[in-house]
């Protein structure tokens, strides 16, 4: 039996996170064109889409897919019950959160007469649960002699430790109350891009190779290089989220030196599928096509004036979402697609929802021609919003479907 089949509760815990965060995004669109009910906070809306997002599905689910390839189905090993274990943590903690960021932000909350940030405890734990099972993953990784290691994998939860140095060095700030706001907000995007341009760059470029059969030799150069260069670039590339006004010239040329290096393993990575000249699976050709659209983008970022493309707030959110909800989302549910023998029409509607968002935050940013703008942007934005929830809502009661027949 599919080795989904057999521990299907996290997996449709991280879909439902999806759909969860989606509707949130929604909501937040909607706190444009009307005012939210309850006296919602629109920053506060917008981080619990996010944190549910990055913790309930971008690495809820990829840890779960990182132990499925390591020890299909169950096992009584120590490691991979504390594999199991942080799941479960990663899980519960990433939800409890949510509320917590909904209405209060990083906000502290009344606890027994004192206050306490709770969504940022929260958070704390989550990142616990991704320690746990980084232990659990080399316990049992080492003791399988017959384990291939997959350095896509490997040198995303490398990152993954990296990027949370960040966010535990934000706390560190506001506790200690030194470094300025300077080094809080440069934490800040250290987490966040680490975490994205690292942790989920090389765990998704980990799964597609897994999915296509790469071998070593596939690849132009060797694979360890590629996790290399970007690896080292991504840590880097934290200026672009800073204020044009707070950077000096070292830290903007930092950001692009770290976006070229970036850019070079996955164009290189995405050369290796082309020139291997085997067909590859359809569904498999949009998050590889979605892939080098956010490398044509960061190149662009690269040589441009900084105050032309990525300080823009609407082109960097953009920019996340053709990443995130473009090749990321694309991706996993094309490898869950492959895994359970999904008809590709599950997987199409989720396409079809996903480049019409795209589309239509295109219509946020300065590349959008000024004469078709208007009021009623605001209005089809708030609508599309829902397209990639009700999708995703669609595929889910699909692959139950097809497991159950496994």
């Given amino acids: 039996m599919n080795s989904l089949a057999k521990d299907s509760k996290i997996w449709q815990w991280a879909i439902f996170s999806f759909i969860l965060a989606g509707f949130t995004g929604f909501i937040y669109r909607l706190g444009f064109v009307t005012s939210l009910p309850f006296d919602l906070n629109l920053e506060n809306v917008r981080h619990a889409h996010s944190h549910l997002m990055f913790f309930g599905w971008a690495s809820l689910l990829p840890l779960y897919l990182i132990k499925v390839k390591l020890v299909p189905g169950y096992h009584a090993a120590l490691g991979v019950k504390f594999m199991k274990g942080a799941l479960w943590g990663v899980l519960v903690f990433g939800i409890l959160s949510y509320p917590f960021f909904l209405i209060w932000g990083y906000r502290s909350v009344p606890v027994n007469g004192s206050f306490l940030p709770l ?6 734990l989550v990142m616990v649960g991704w320690y746990v099972f980084m232990i659990g993953y080399i ?8 384990h291939t290691p997959n350095v896509w994998l490997e040198g995303a939860l490398v990152m993954l430790l990296i990027s949370s140095l960040g966010a535990w060095g934000v706390g560190a700030v506001e506790m200690f109350n030194f470094g300025g706001p300077l080094l809080g907000k440069a934490l800040t995007h250290f987490f966040l891009a680490t975490f994205v341009e690292g942790w989920v760059v090389l765990v ?4 597609i190779s897994e999915s296509l059969g790469m071998k070593e030799n596939d690849y132009v150069i060797s694979p360890n290089i590629l996790v290399g260069l ?16 707070m950077l000096d010239l070292n830290l903007s040329v930092t950001a692009r030196i770290g976006g ?28 590889l096509l979605l892939l080098g659209l956010k490398s044509l983008m960061q190149i662009i970022a690269a040589v441009m004036p900084a105050d032309l493309w990525l300080s823009e ?40 929802s996903v480049f019409v968002l795209l589309i239509s935050l295109l219509w ?23 397209l990639p929830v009700i999708a995703m809502l669609w595929y889910w009661l699909g692959i139950r479907r097809a497991i159950q027949k496994l």
């Fill in 119 to 124: 969504s940022t405890i929260l958070s704390g």
């Fill in 204 to 207: 998704l470029l980990g799964l």
């Fill in 313 to 352: 707030h609407g082109i960097r959110i953009l920019y996340l979402h053709v990443l995130l909800l473009g090749g990321f989302t694309l991706g996993v549910t094309a490898y869950m697609t492959q895994e359970v023998d999904l008809k590709p029409k599950y997987f199409y509607v989720v396409l079809i």
């Fill in 364 to 386: 946020m940013t300065s590349l959008w021609p000024l004469f078709l703008s208007g009021v009623w942007i605001y209005t089809a934005i708030t609508v599309i919003a829902m």
């Fill in 230 to 245: 970007i690896a080292c670039g991504a840590p880097l590339t934290f200026p672009y989220g800073i204020s044009e006004s």
């Fill in 139 to 146: 316990m049992t990784r080492f003791r399988k002699k017959d």
């Fill in 260 to 287: 070229v290096l970036i850019v070079e393993g996955v164009l290189l990575f995405l050369y290796s599928i082309i020139k291997r000249k085997e067909s590859i699976s359809k569904i498999w050709i949009w998050p």
